[in-house]
């Protein structure tokens, strides 16, 4: 190889893509999706919900300092994790029923990548005006017009990541407290750490990175195609009337040509830079752009609407064959994450409603397992948790069962007894008890702690052991 060959280019640098702006039903939708959603998360934590004078009055709320999670009826506790588990499997489970009806809904309306993508596009422009201006202004060189324009835009773009970021940390903090101290430059250093980070994470996914998010980064673009199949609701383009295309002038005969006139629309208004017409493709967020796009240089055309549309593969083949079409709605797949989400949903709202509102919790010592007293009784010791999920303040009474002449002491500061031990509202009290009786015959005896409510009815128990030598 010579010199003077041009090198290998192993890379190329991605091309920037500047959407063009475009209106109809599907354009309509997102920005009712995207006023919808930016409303619920810049509102819901200023909601309010009494839940008594010792708990939070947010209704949504996540309380790292207590340790527990509040929204609206519902209270979680870090005993119950596994409600959280519940939650993972069903948004996990109604995304992939989503999918498997409407193809990438999730992507293309409500997924916070697009949301917060489309709000920053639209501010691009209104600053520096539609697709062909902004391609212009991008490819010009440094002057007055440009600095002001792209400081105008990166200024909104920050402002919007900001009011993200402050947003977001009001779902942890009581949110009018906490907007009363950031008006007066108060706010706290790990609270000011959490806005910053999420207003350049903001800044940079939205402004920046966009559609890279969803290609190289979002792992669901790469399995989605393991939840279609003949029946998923796809965006696809009809080859069949759209083939051949071809430049059209008006007055032109449609004779031996398709419908589709090669005009681009719908390449320029994908905020993906994707090409519908090649087919499904992985990038596609299913937005409905393109639909849009088609429709209204086939309504300028006057001819049908629909060369590009929603559909799925089982009708695109049934209407060549003149077949009988489908419902897409009512198949095995849906049937079975409709059942999923109605078994998963129905436990964790029977499991809420029958929530204990006290636990019981005892840990046995385990060095010594016991101590011989002189009079030749034993002593067990323990550790006991009493978990009031109410939010008022309790007094409980400890009895130990299964354990002949069994007497109860509970060590603590100031005078405590086992027959009434005070627990604060929403609060977990720990205490020392020793447990004492004769020697049973066995070395290892099931003992049963019961924890009665005074003046209530709720009460708990809870299995343990008591030794009274080695085994």
């Not at 005006?129 to 105008?152: P, Q, V, Y």
């Not at 009363?180 to 939205?206: C, K, Q, R």
């Not at 029946?231 to 383009?237: A, E, V």
Request: one cysteine or more; aromatic letters at 12%.
């Amino acid at each position: 190889m010579s010199d003077s060959a041009a090198p290998v280019k192993l890379f190329e640098k991605k091309e920037r893509i500047f959407p063009k702006r475009v209106w109809g039903t599907f354009r309509k939708l997102k920005w009712l999706a995207m006023v919808a959603l930016l409303g619920i998360y810049y509102l819901a934590p200023f909601l309010r919900w009494d839940r008594g004078p010792h708990a939070p009055d947010q209704a949504i709320l996540i309380d790292m300092p207590a340790r527990r999670a509040y929204f609206f009826f519902i209270e979680i506790w870090p005993q119950e994790v596994y409600y959280l588990t519940g939650v993972l499997i069903l948004a996990a489970v109604a995304l992939f029923f989503a999918t498997s009806l409407f193809g990438r809904v999730w992507c293309g309306y409500a997924c916070p990548q697009t949301v917060w993508t489309d709000l920053f596009v639209w501010v691009e422009r209104i600053v520096q005006g539609d697709r062909a201006k902004r391609m212009r202004l991008a490819k010009a060189s440094w002057g007055f017009e440009k600095i002001w324009k792209m400081a105008l835009t990166h200024s909104l773009w920050l402002v919007i990541g900001l009011l993200t970021g402050g947003a977001w940390v009001f779902y942890f903090n009581d949110a009018p407290t906490l907007l009363e101290n950031i008006i007066h430059l108060d706010v706290p250093m790990g609270v000011l750490g959490w806005i910053l980070a999420l207003t350049f994470s903001t800044y940079l996914m939205a402004g920046f990175a966009r559609e890279q998010v969803c290609m190289y980064m979002c792992p669901y673009s790469r399995f989605q195609s393991a939840m279609f199949d003949r029946d998923t609701l796809i965006i696809g383009y009809d080859e069949k009337r759209g083939e051949p295309r071809g430049k059209y002038k008006k007055g032109d005969s449609w004779d031996d040509r398709g419908h589709c006139v090669d005009c681009t629309a719908c390449v320029q208004v994908c905020p993906m830079g994707i090409d519908i017409r090649d087919g499904l493709q992985m990038e596609c967020i299913a937005c409905g752009l393109c639909i849009d796009a088609c429709d209204n240089i086939m309504d300028k055309l006057e001819l049908p609407r629909g060369l590009i549309r929603y559909d799925t593969t089982h009708n695109q083949e049934a209407r060549e064959t003149k077949t009988k079409e489908r419902s897409h709605l009512l198949r095995p797949r849906t049937v079975y994450y409709s059942a999923i989400l109605a078994i998963v949903g129905g436990v964790m709202l029977y499991g809420l409603m029958h929530r204990a509102p006290v636990e019981l919790h005892v840990l046995h010592d385990r060095n010594p397992l016991f101590v011989k007293l002189s009079d030749g009784r034993v002593r067990n010791g323990y550790d006991v948790k009493i978990l009031n999920k109410t939010h008022e303040d309790k007094t409980y009474q400890l009895v130990v069962e299964g354990l002949e002449g069994a007497e109860v002491r509970v060590q603590g500061a100031g005078k405590l007894d086992a027959t009434a031990l005070p627990v604060f509202a929403d609060s977990v009290a720990h205490f020392r008890v020793f447990v004492t009786a004769d020697k049973p015959k066995d070395i290892r005896s099931e003992v049963d702690f019961r924890l009665e409510e005074i003046g209530g009815a709720n009460t708990d128990r809870y299995d343990a052991v008591f030794m009274s030598g080695k085994p």
